[in-house]
T-cell receptor, first 115, second 113 residues
């Protein structure tokens, strides 16, 4: 199974609040978990990524939490700003085999931050 | 550096017509990818290339063909367009497979009527 399931589909947060987006996967051979951010009319861009040997990675207001046993990972955006309004995709890639390195994306979450 | 560029930005086709989407990157990346993005389905890999002259199928390759005659260019062709191919197409490139950033182009919005 190479699916990555992402939730929620859409999220509305007030300025200054915390945005949380969740992803779950089945294949334990995934070994790289990036998050991409996409603004309207633009291509996705890498936001932050994590490997399964750590449980958390923080870059500024963005944090990935990784739970290997539950096969889940999440993106937390602290002090959410209107400029964070975008579509967020989680993804995963396999560490070996014929599908090595190719990204499997989640369904996407449309985040709206109200001022 | 322009990064990854795509032409055209928009296109409307009639069912059965053909077209080619062009992707160009100036980062000297070996790996290039074509994705399609549909609402509620994320990005799905159509075809990819691990180097000049080599291509491989991704998750949803049917109805598409690709070519990589030059390292910097990756072409996606639709031989006989169908309404199911209405989508936004993104090209991406990366230095290598695995845990490396993929750099995406701005996308091509294709409508097939």
């Amino acid at each position: 199974q190479q699916q990555v399931k992402q939730s929620p589909q859409s999220l509305i947060v007030q300025k200054g609040g915390i945005s949380i987006i969740n992803c779950a996967y089945e294949n334990t051979a995934f070994d790289y978990f990036p998050w991409y951010q996409q603004f309207p009319g633009k291509g996705p861009a890498l936001l932050i990524a994590i490997r399964p040997d750590v449980s958390e990675k923080k870059e500024g207001r963005f944090t990935i939490s990784f739970n290997k046993s539950a096969k889940q990972f999440s993106l937390h955006i602290m002090d959410s700003q209107p400029g964070d309004s975008a579509t967020y995709f989680c993804a995963a890639s396999l560490g070996g085999g014929t599908s090595y390195g190719k990204l499997t994306f989640g369904q996407g979450t449309i985040l709206t931050v109200h001022p | 550096n322009a990064g990854v560029t795509q032409t055209p930005k928009f296109r409307v086709l009639k069912t059965g017509q053909s077209m080619t989407l062009l992707c160009a990157q100036d980062m000297n990346h070996e790996y290039m990818y074509w994705y399609r993005q549909d609402p509620g389905m994320g990005l799905r890999l159509i075809h990819y290339s691990v180097g000049e002259g080599t291509t491989a199928k991704g998750e949803v390759p049917d109805g598409y063909n690709v070519s990589r005659l030059k390292k910097q260019n990756f072409l996606l062709g639709l031989e006989s367009a169908a309404p199911s191919q209405t989508s936004v197409y993104f090209c991406a490139s990366s230095w290598a497979l695995g845990p490396y950033e993929q750099y995406f182009g701005p996308g091509t919005r294709l409508t097939v009527t």
